[in-house]
């Protein structure tokens, strides 16, 4: 009760019948008037001054009633007033969401980004949107069929909007199943209490065909004279207003090809196969904001080839020996040409023949040409030195365009009927060291031949025939005066080998005619014999490898290394360890007793350390996250962990600890095996800093588990989205 003045009530609706105040009337008022927005259902008593409901109140009908009441003395004359009394109606949940729509379609194609919304659903609720009432959740239900352990679909829960899962992004293929129903469900009170409201509705979702595909191998002609650019291809995006680009992983100078925002891909200039004969690059999309849209496609161009190059000869002049007795059908030698053009199509294929021959005596068809191998050959025996030394030939080269004149010198040489013969017989011994140097010249000998000097018929070829079977020696012929080098070849081992008897011959490469052999005069015979040199002690490998686990027990054995004296004094050697991480291990060391203690050898061992899951996982974040007060729904931040141990390891899952009203409050939601979002699951929040403990997992065996305090900032933002 209370003298007559301004007042405020607030009525929760519904209830029915019932008292609000009862004003106090002061002399010589009598009675009270109410007048405004009473609809019916709000009076007051005249007598007694009671303000009083007769019905029920509906703040979906009306959230607030204005009322003027003033107070009447005996003649109705106004004593005091008219004075405001406004009764604000309490909504209560008295009315369950709606959809706009018993049933939603919508289209979503193969590989569209997860995340990304393709249709929403919407609801509406009659009850007071500033009170949990009013806050809708959206969730999915029901998932028909749902052929995987997690859903395709996934829904915001607080826009509606439905998108691809990370999942659903992988395998939605129309070929599978093209059509899918969600059960779609709304519920009021922000979805936390088991006394809230809910809605559903089907949704009916058609999957397509994924527009965003890598167009097949594109071939392009070489050297084309069309205008520029040309139109050879092009991509779709599943997603509207991208931005196309091209991105190319070979570096090179300019890349020749070019992308419109129609997704049309251009050739930008002619292509020279022999240039380069194929490209690779990837198309993608990008958003506004400069971020991928799609996963990149891989584009491959091969550079179609023309007959545009014509044939080349290997050599300015091909100069061949022929012997003035060679018989008929004997190869003397081959024209070699190139053709820049694709290899094995007929734009590459030569064809050989002779055009001319110089001196054409005694006739002028003295030589064949194999016209697809370049092959030449004698026709008949003809040929005499007395006649023409040399012949010059003109050998036409042809491909199915152009042609090319090579040049061909042909040397009639003398016959080769003497054989090479040596000076001495024998060369007696050398001794040498075993430490020689390969390379090293230990003899020089000398043969003479008497055929035509500068030919192949008294060039001298120098062979060990025998006394060398590991080839430990090479001998190199000058070719002006066709003297022998005796060489090292190989290191000499006097433990292994201290003498060599060695039997040297001396060939032609040209061969000898019928009814002339090598003989006797064309051997020679010397003795090597190598001395014996104090070498260090040798191990039995050059490289040592072991695999361990970095948490390997102190003063375990991780492996043994042996070593020998070539000489053969001892087996055993002194080991110690050397290097950069020599302060990790110990060797157990065995002395021999030597001559020349002072040699020594090194071996190198690599240990690799086989990582072990000893390093919990850590939060990687610049600065803490925030979000912008007031909240609208569906913010999240970006979380992302680290872990020290080898990436095998680095695969985490993120999980809130703490109370229910942790839980209630927040949701974490993973990305990738490294990052993870942190939502909130309402916009009820305050002003202040948030503590959330987050557990982090890595995946070890067993894994090991990190849990941070995160400080949450829910503030008050700058134009720019961040805290002031």
């Known amino acids: 009760t209370g003298p007559l003045k301004d007042m405020n009530f607030s009525v929760p609706e519904g209830g029915g019948v019932r008292f609000i105040y009862q004003f106090t009337s002061e002399p010589p008022a009598v009675s009270f008037r109410a007048t405004g927005e009473k609809d019916g259902i709000i009076d007051i008593a005249p007598k007694t001054g009671i303000l009083y409901l007769n019905g029920s109140l509906d703040w979906e009908t009306k959230a607030a009633h204005r009322l003027q009441v003033e107070s009447l003395d005996e003649k109705g004359n106004i004593v005091k007033g008219p004075y405001t009394v406004t009764i604000h109606v309490e909504d209560i949940n008295d009315n369950p969401p709606e959809f706009d729509q018993i049933k939603y379609t919508g289209v979503v194609r193969q590989n569209s980004r997860p995340g990304k919304p393709f249709m929403y659903v919407h609801a509406t609720d009659r009850d007071d949107p500033t009170t949990p009432h009013g806050q809708l959740m959206y969730s999915i239900l029901h998932h028909f069929p749902n052929p995987y352990t997690e859903m395709l679909f996934q829904i915001d829960s607080v826009t509606g909007a439905i998108s691809p899962s990370k999942m659903g992004s992988y395998y939605l293929d129309p070929q599978k199943q093209d059509t ?6 709304v519920k009021d009170m922000a979805g936390m209490t088991t006394n809230a409201f809910a809605s559903s509705a089907d949704v009916i979702i058609t999957v397509k065909e994924s527009l965003w595909k890598a167009p097949p191998t594109i071939h392009i002609q070489e050297n084309s004279t069309q205008s520029y650019p040309v139109n050879i291809s092009q991509v779709h995006s599943n997603e509207p207003d991208v931005i196309y680009d091209l991105f190319e992983k070979e570096k090179l100078p300019r890349l020749p090809f070019s992308i419109d925002q129609n997704g049309v891909i251009y050739v930008t200039e002619p292509l020279d196969r022999e240039e380069k004969d194929t490209y690779t690059f990837f198309v993608v999309t990008k958003d506004n904001e400069g971020e991928l849209v799609d996963k990149p496609l891989h584009v491959h161009v091969t550079v179609e080839d023309i007959n545009d190059n014509p044939p080349v000869c290997q050599q300015a002049v091909t100069v061949l020996e022929v012997q003035e007795n060679e018989g008929a059908g004997s190869n003397i030698g081959t024209v070699f040409a190139t053709d820049m053009d694709k290899e094995g199509t007929l734009n590459s294929r030569l064809q050989f023949k002779i055009k001319s021959q110089v001196p054409a005596v005694p006739a002028s068809d003295l030589f064949f040409i194999q016209q697809d191998t370049g092959i030449l050959q004698l026709i008949s025996r003809s040929l005499n030195k007395r006649i023409a030394s040399n012949y010059s030939l003109k050998v036409l080269v042809t491909d199915a365009v152009f042609q090319t004149i090579c040049d061909v010198e042909i040397h009639v040489i003398d016959i080769n009927d003497r054989i090479p013969i040596f000076e001495k017989s024998d060369y007696h011994n050398v001794t040498v060291a075993e430490s020689l140097p390969v390379g090293t010249v230990i003899l020089e000998i000398q043969a003479t031949d008497g055929d035509e000097p500068a030919t192949g018929s008294s060039y001298i070829i120098y062979q060990v025939k025998e006394g060398d079977p590991n080839n430990m020696f090479i001998i190199e012929t000058d070719p002006e005066t066709n003297r022998g080098f005796v060489k090292v070849n190989k290191a000499l081992d006097f433990e292994a080998a201290p003498v060599y008897n060695l039997v040297i011959n001396a060939t032609n490469p040209e061969p000898l005619v019928p009814g002339v052999q090598y003989n006797s005069s064309s051997l020679t015979l010397f003795k090597v014999f190598v001395t014996n040199v104090d070498e260090p002690p040798v191990f039995h490998k050059t490289v040592y490898e072991r695999k361990v686990s970095e948490d390997i027990p102190v003063n375990t054995l991780v492996m043994t290394l042996e070593a020998y004296d070539p000489e053969g004094d001892t087996k ?34 690599i240990l690799h350390l086989d990582d072990v899951n000893d390093n919990p996982p850590l939060l990687a974040m610049d600065y803490p996250p925030f979000f912008c007060y007031p909240l609208s729904g569906g913010e999240r931040a970006f979380l992302q962990a680290t872990d020290a141990d080898e990436q095998w390891y680095s695969t985490f899952t993120f999980s809130l600890a703490g109370d229910m009203n942790t839980r209630n409050n927040w949701e974490i939601s993973k990305v990738n095996a490294t990052h993870a979002y942190l939502s909130p699951k309402h916009a009820n929040f305050e002003e202040k800093v948030y503590n959330i403990p987050v557990i982090i997992n890595d995946n070890g065996k067993p894994p090991l588990e990190r849990k941070v305090n995160l400080e949450v900032n829910v503030c008050k933002c700058s134009s720019e989205k961040s805290c002031f």
Do not use: D, M, P, W
């Open 180 to 185: 899918f129903t969600l059960v779609v469900t």
């Open 572 to 605: 055993i050697v002194l080991k110690e360890a050397q290097g950069k991480h020599a302060q990790y291990f110990a060797c157990r060391k065995r002395l021999f007793c030597k001559n020349n203690a002072a040699q020594k050898s090194k071996t190198t061992l």
